[in-house]
């Protein structure tokens, strides 16, 4: 009983001082939630100690499967459908090296929907700089002539003003260290960018589109523009077992899903079908965020299922991931 009443106490002495009148900036707001949790950790400590429990496994987190953000500012779907997983300093902690995998493999404009729109980028790398990295290095294996995809995306222009942060294509073998996919059922082992592999933060922000061969091409499918050779996925190995097998060892701790627009048609390089949706897909899990993405989006002029996608069906199955949507706590903002 004495425990639990100083338990009580501390609560209300830590928390008493944080009221404010009810107009509060977004970044006291955020400060404050933090402050409550870490008082919430300290007090389910203290009670734990008592009862015999371990107070971290008793104090689960209340972060969403999935957040969906839906309004016509990129910048700020992309910072709230992040704040509603807990905030990047969740994922991002001072002087950590970041690592961010964007489709700018086109030399296409960002209206095409073929590379993930610059400002979405920009608003993930300017949380982490918020967070406190200490680098940030956005990259990918590109396709198409490496400057012009630079150039085209507009993400090393929207970005370069970010503290810390380094925008370039990867070619060079040198980049790339070979380890080993235990889980691989195509391949034991493949040459995967060792900025990913060597990274504190590993974030993937795809943008939603078609894939000729995949159907979609999403977070998992993306993971393809950190690997040096990825003819043999295409014409050696079945590519969506490759595609699995991959991300068993290319896993990001965030998924941010750039459903700004949708190439719907034409996919991966475009042209095609543009569709305007507004939106930002956020996860931890990689086979929820493109699940979601499927079901949200039109794909070759139809709606369809996750499970009608190889990939995702045999990632869930793998168990690397969930596709049951319906099971999922999803949090919708509208901002």
């Known amino acids: 009983m004495t425990l639990l009443l100083t338990v009580t106490m501390i609560n209300f002495i830590i928390i008493e001082p944080l009221r404010k009148p009810a107009r509060l900036s977004m970044s006291y707001e955020n400060d404050r939630r933090e402050f409550l949790k870490n008082s919430l950790v300290v007090s389910a400590a203290l009670a734990g100690a008592t009862l015999g429990i371990n107070p971290l496994e008793a104090l689960a987190d209340d972060y969403p499967d999935i957040s969906i953000c839906n309004g016509k500012d990129p910048s700020r779907n992309t910072r709230e459908a992040v704040e509603a997983l807990g905030g990047m300093k969740r994922f991002v902690k001072p002087g950590a090296k970041v690592m961010i995998k964007p489709n700018m493999s086109f030399a296409r404009a960002p209206e095409s929907a073929s590379n993930t729109n610059p400002l979405v980028v920009r608003e993930v790398a300017r949380m982490c700089a918020e967070a406190g990295a200490s ?75 078609t894939h000729s061969s995949s159907g979609v091409s999403l977070s998992m499918k993306g993971m393809m523009g950190l690997i040096f050779d990825r ?91 969930r596709m049951d949507l319906d099971k999922l706590n999803i949090k919708k903002i509208s901002v």
């Open 135 to 209: 680098r940030i290095s956005i990259l990918d294996n590109v396709l198409n002539n490496p400057p012009d995809c630079l150039t085209l995306s507009k993400i090393p222009e929207y970005c370069k003003e970010v503290p810390n942060t380094h925008i370039n294509y990867v070619k060079n073998e040198r980049l790339f260290r070979e380890v080993k996919v235990d889980q691989g059922t195509q391949f034991k082992k493949m040459k995967a960018l060792t900025d990913a592999l060597d990274a504190d933060t590993f974030i993937a922000v795809p943008v939603g589109k």
């Open 231 to 321: 003819i043999p996925f295409h014409n050696r190995y079945d590519l969506h077992e490759s595609i699995v097998d991959m991300v068993t060892v290319l896993k990001p701790h965030l998924v941010v899903i750039d459903a700004t627009r949708i190439l719907s048609t034409g996919g991966p390089g475009g042209p095609g079908v543009v569709i305007p949706m507004d939106m930002i897909i956020a996860s931890t899990d990689m086979v929820a965020a493109d699940a979601q993405m499927v079901a949200l989006g039109t794909w070759y002029g139809k709606k369809l299922e996750p499970k009608q996608i190889k990939h995702i069906r045999i990632a869930a199955e793998r168990g690397l991931g």
